[in-house]
């Protein structure tokens, strides 16, 4: 089993960074393949931003060239860099984790790809 626990979520005004991070309790190609999600009040879960262990990063079109994924497999951990955050980022965001499927650059996004998942750590971006 693959235990992932978030941190590094808090409230911060617009324009201002926060870096979330996700501790994998032991490595397992399982999570060879790493993603954020979030998910505000009434709205479905989306994809922020995933990377395989091979090294390919994938952002969602709302986020690219503000929040950057990045690992320490040394620690195993994955980190989340955002910057330039808007109120529209407000939401729980969620680390999630299992083996690369096929074709993982098309598929990034979809919830059923992840069978290991964090309980999440909240943001909160005022205006």
């Known amino acids: 089993q693959v235990q992932l626990v978030e941190s590094g979520g808090g409230s911060v005004q617009a324009g201002g960074s926060l870096r979330l991070s996700c501790v994998a309790s032991?490595?397992?190609?399982?999570?060879?393949?790493m993603a954020w999600f979030r998910q505000a009040p009434k709205k479905e879960r989306e994809g922020v931003a995933a990377?395989?262990?091979?090294?390919?990063?994938y952002y969602a079109n709302s986020v690219k060239g503000r929040f950057a994924i990045s690992q320490d497999y040394a620690e195993n951990t994955l980190y989340l860099q955002m910057s330039s955050l808007k109120p529209e980022d407000s939401a729980m965001y969620y680390c999630?984790?299992?083996?690369?499927?096929?074709?993982?650059?098309?598929?990034?996004?979809?919830?059923?790809?992840?069978?290991?998942w964090g309980q999440g750590t909240q943001v909160t971006v005022s205006s």
């Open positions: 990377m395989s262990r091979a090294g390919y990063r």
């Open positions: 999630a984790a299992d083996l690369c499927p096929n074709s993982y650059g098309s598929r990034w996004a979809e919830r059923r790809q992840y069978n290991y």
């Open positions: 032991a490595y397992t190609y399982s999570r060879d393949c």
